[in-house]
């Protein structure tokens, strides 16, 4: 069954730097088109970037130039670089598949990691 944990969240000033990262349980996750999201207080989940088996990335047009994410399929694992964060960049961030994983007919999600950026 998947399982993903992320980690490396925490608090920051903006114009600060973060990394954060995602450990996948899938035996297929080298093949798999992997995903950053986000979502910040009342308002909805969103895919911030996304990064094929073949490492060809595309991100949203508000993180573009900031954000770098990055994977090593040896280690079944996601990153995501954030630079030059913004205060509107406060959300949990998720990883998952894209789509999500589906486990038992519902999307699965993680926990999260928590994602601060301070004026």
């Known amino acids: 069954q998947v399982r993903l944990v992320e980690s490396g969240g925490g608090l920051v000033q903006a114009g600060g730097s973060l990394r954060v990262s995602c450990a996948a349980s899938?035996?297929?996750?080298?093949?798999?088109?992997m995903g950053w999201y986000r979502q910040a207080p009342g308002k909805q989940r969103e895919l911030v970037a996304r990064?094929?088996?073949?490492?060809?990335?595309d991100y949203l047009d508000s993180v573009k130039g900031r954000f770098t994410i990055s994977r090593d399929n040896a280690k079944n694992t996601v990153y995501l670089e954030m630079a030059s964060l913004k205060p509107e960049d406060t959300a949990v961030y998720y990883c998952n598949a894209v789509p999500p994983y589906v486990v038992r007919r519902s999307d699965y999600w993680g926990q999260g990691t928590q994602v601060t950026v301070s004026s």
């Open positions: 899938d035996m297929n996750f080298s093949i798999r088109v």
């Open positions: 990064i094929s088996g073949g490492r060809n990335t």
